[in-house]
């Protein structure tokens, strides 16, 4: 069980010998806590996270030998199983998950203001030294100019996860939901596991890291009720919040 939680740096047997797991299991009511290290209770817990009658080939990962819940994903790189598998980032040598995502947007963040302090550096370096012949400050404009490629990459790649981040996804589900099996029948522009922008930013930036959070899938009504165009009434009543 514990493979399936992000940040373990070592592969353990699917009946953790290091106790119990403290997991936080939402739903429509109030979370409730599951603590306990058996194969058996976990594999319970993680079947009931599938509404009945939804179409998976099987959430045992193969590699890990270990019952995937919903929105949990191998990384190869790594070589665990991560819950809310975002990516794995190259720039961290590690994947992004649910653990660690709200500290990869603050690192994306501290790196945009970064660059673009240093580019307002660059160009109050130039303006003081107007006068001088371009050729002169070569350098400094080829330094400028790769510099605001960076910052055009880095703007749109905070921008995308911040879209991530008020909608509760992930990349992965972004980019692979035709081929994650629970995933295909959810009509498009419908965010099955949003609870609301407000909710999600909470959930994002406030919650324990030390509580991992299990998300169940919706049921029909509830992927209906995502499904509904907004109306008036909806925006006075904060549906999107």
Not at 1 to 11: A, D, I, P, T
Not at 49 to 65: D, E, F, K, V
């Amino acid at each position: 069980m514990s493979e399936v939680v992000n940040g373990l740096k070592q592969r353990q047997p699917a009946s953790s010998q290091n106790g119990s797991l403290n997991v936080v299991i939402e739903g429509s009511q109030s979370g409730r806590n599951f603590q306990g290290s058996n194969p058996s209770s976990w594999t319970k817990l993680v079947m009931d996270m599938y509404p009945p009658g939804t179409s998976i080939r099987s959430c045992t990962c193969s590699y890990c030998n270990v019952e995937q819940p919903p929105r949990a994903k191998h990384c190869h790189d790594c070589d665990k199983c991560v819950l809310q598998f975002d990516h794995h980032c190259l720039w961290l040598g590690s994947c992004v998950g649910q653990d660690n995502h709200c500290k990869f947007w603050w690192y994306i963040c501290e790196e945009t203001a970064l660059c673009l302090w240093t580019g307002i550096l660059y160009i109050m370096y130039l303006k003081a030294n107007i006068s001088r012949a371009w050729w002169k400050d070569a350098i400094m404009i080829l330094l400028l100019i790769a510099l605001s490629i960076v910052i055009i990459f880095l703007l749109l790649l905070l921008l995308f996860h911040s879209y991530l981040v008020l909608t509760n996804q992930t990349t992965y589900e972004l980019v692979r939901c035709r081929r994650i099996p629970y995933l295909r029948r959810i009509p498009e522009r419908v965010y099955p596991f949003s609870k609301g922008i407000c909710r999600n930013l909470y959930n994002f930036c406030c919650v324990r890291s030390s509580i991992y959070s299990l998300e169940p899938l919706p049921s029909s009504q509830e992927l209906e009720e995502k499904a509904r165009p907004y109306t008036c009434l909806d925006i006075l009543a904060c549906r999107c919040c």
